[in-house]
């Protein structure tokens, strides 16, 4: 936690010399119990435009206090974007866009397999958190795809407790949705994952592949593979995946050693952060004009708006995002989705 966000409670008369009665009476006056809930959460919790700290701070505050349907928006901070009003997914609106992803049957015994793996979890994060536990789905029609329902989703802790899975590694049903949308808006026949883990992603890929298609998987964890091919061959597209278990960059230098540049039309990158300069290098080499190459993680839950974050992982992404906003071999579009990704189009 850093920023405002934290100070503000522990220290009231800093605050109210910062934040003028005037202009944020609501804030310095309200009770601390009604503020605990916002100063719980890491200042990066809510992917929110900020112009400064102080705007995002008081913009927060008031989307999470407001119990009418305006809760769910945020409004940019620079009012160059004219005050556009637009959605912030609150825990109950997350719910909701849940309930309506289809998730094929198989993708949701994989998660909920995943969910009780030692070391699924990664470091807790109270908006996950809070969002995640409520999913699951009941099967329906097309490859057991799925009409969701809510229900506790959990993992197992090492004292045989169900917990709740608080921060899962493999993509959200939702970006799983989108990736494989975009293989088949594609059209895409040839595809690539950087960072397969237990196979979520890649498997949601695979099942919209063609016959004739194949994905290079590329992982350098065995343990997970293990778990991905069990569940590549119950689904009956192992014959689509192509395993590369090692070092993702030395198995896409191969590729391009290969003779096969510009031969890919999609690729999704979810792997080692400060590595991402790296993989997108070698990506743009392999995908042809048109193909697709996305990013995950690359609001890196929130932490690359907030200036007073600037551990080695949330520099890096935020040098790629950058890099990538300058890069003129590509068209852009950053989507909050997930923990956000970016859309890369081969131009
Ligand atoms: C976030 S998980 C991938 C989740 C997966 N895309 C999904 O949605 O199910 C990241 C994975 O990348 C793998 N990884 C990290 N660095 C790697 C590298 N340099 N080469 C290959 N795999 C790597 C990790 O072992 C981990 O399994």
């Given at each position: 936690m850093s920023g405002p966000d934290v100070f503000l409670p522990t220290c009231p008369s800093m605050a109210a010399s910062l934040l003028p009665r005037s202009t944020y009476p609501r804030l310095i006056f309200a009770p601390l119990f009604s503020l605990q809930r916002d100063l719980l959460l890491?200042?990066?919790d809510r992917l929110v435009h900020v112009s400064s700290p102080i705007a995002a701070f008081n913009r927060r505050f008031r989307a999470q206090n407001s119990?009418?349907?305006?809760?769910a928006t945020v409004v940019a901070g620079d009012e160059n974007y004219g005050n556009k009003r637009v959605i912030s997914v609150t825990p109950s609106l997350y719910d909701y866009l849940l309930s309506n992803v289809r998730e094929p049957e198989i993708l949701k015994e994989l998660r909920e397999e995943t969910a009780t793996?030692?070391?699924?979890?990664?470091?807790?994060?109270p908006r996950r958190a809070t969002v995640i536990p409520r999913l699951a789905w009941a099967s329906s029609s097309r490859a057991g795809c799925a009409s969701p329902r809510l229900a506790p989703r959990c993992a197992f802790d090492n004292t045989g407790q169900n917990q709740p899975?608080?921060?899962?590694?493999q993509v959200s049903p939702d970006q799983a949705q989108l990736l494989a949308m975009l293989v088949q808006i594609l059209g895409a026949e040839k595809c690539i994952e950087v960072g397969v883990y237990t196979g979520y992603s890649s498997l949601a890929i695979a099942l919209v592949l063609p016959e004739s298609g194949r994905l290079v998987a590329c992982e350098r964890d065995m343990k997970s593979l293990e778990v991905a091919k069990r569940y590549y061959d119950r689904a009956g597209v192992s014959h689509k995946v192509d395993v590369k278990h090692g070092m993702a960059a030395d198995a896409l230098k191969s590729m391009i050693q290969k003779g096969?540049?510009?031969?890919?039309?999609f690729a999704f990158v979810d792997a080692e952060k400060r590595m991402y300069h790296e993989y997108f290098e070698l990506l743009l080499q392999l995908v042809r004009v048109g193909g697709l190459i996305v990013i995950d993680n690359v609001l890196w839950h929130g932490k690359v708006?907030?200036?007073l974050v600037n551990d080695a992982k949330t520099v890096s992404i935020r040098n790629f995002n950058r890099s990538v906003m300058e890069d003129k071999r590509v068209s852009i579009s950053m989507v909050p989705i997930g923990d956000g990704m970016t859309i890369c189009r081969k131009l």
């Amino acid at each position: 936690m850093s920023g405002p966000d934290v100070f503000l409670p522990t220290c009231p008369s800093m605050a109210a010399s910062l934040l003028p009665r005037s202009t944020y009476p609501r804030l310095i006056f309200a009770p601390l119990f009604s503020l605990q809930r916002d100063l719980l959460l890491p200042s990066s919790d809510r992917l929110v435009h900020v112009s400064s700290p102080i705007a995002a701070f008081n913009r927060r505050f008031r989307a999470q206090n407001s119990n009418n349907s305006a809760d769910a928006t945020v409004v940019a901070g620079d009012e160059n974007y004219g005050n556009k009003r637009v959605i912030s997914v609150t825990p109950s609106l997350y719910d909701y866009l849940l309930s309506n992803v289809r998730e094929p049957e198989i993708l949701k015994e994989l998660r909920e397999e995943t969910a009780t793996r030692r070391g699924s979890q990664m470091q807790a994060h109270p908006r996950r958190a809070t969002v995640i536990p409520r999913l699951a789905w009941a099967s329906s029609s097309r490859a057991g795809c799925a009409s969701p329902r809510l229900a506790p989703r959990c993992a197992f802790d090492n004292t045989g407790q169900n917990q709740p899975q608080k921060d899962p590694r493999q993509v959200s049903p939702d970006q799983a949705q989108l990736l494989a949308m975009l293989v088949q808006i594609l059209g895409a026949e040839k595809c690539i994952e950087v960072g397969v883990y237990t196979g979520y992603s890649s498997l949601a890929i695979a099942l919209v592949l063609p016959e004739s298609g194949r994905l290079v998987a590329c992982e350098r964890d065995m343990k997970s593979l293990e778990v991905a091919k069990r569940y590549y061959d119950r689904a009956g597209v192992s014959h689509k995946v192509d395993v590369k278990h090692g070092m993702a960059a030395d198995a896409l230098k191969s590729m391009i050693q290969k003779g096969e540049s510009c031969s890919y039309d999609f690729a999704f990158v979810d792997a080692e952060k400060r590595m991402y300069h790296e993989y997108f290098e070698l990506l743009l080499q392999l995908v042809r004009v048109g193909g697709l190459i996305v990013i995950d993680n690359v609001l890196w839950h929130g932490k690359v708006a907030n200036p007073l974050v600037n551990d080695a992982k949330t520099v890096s992404i935020r040098n790629f995002n950058r890099s990538v906003m300058e890069d003129k071999r590509v068209s852009i579009s950053m989507v909050p989705i997930g923990d956000g990704m970016t859309i890369c189009r081969k131009l």
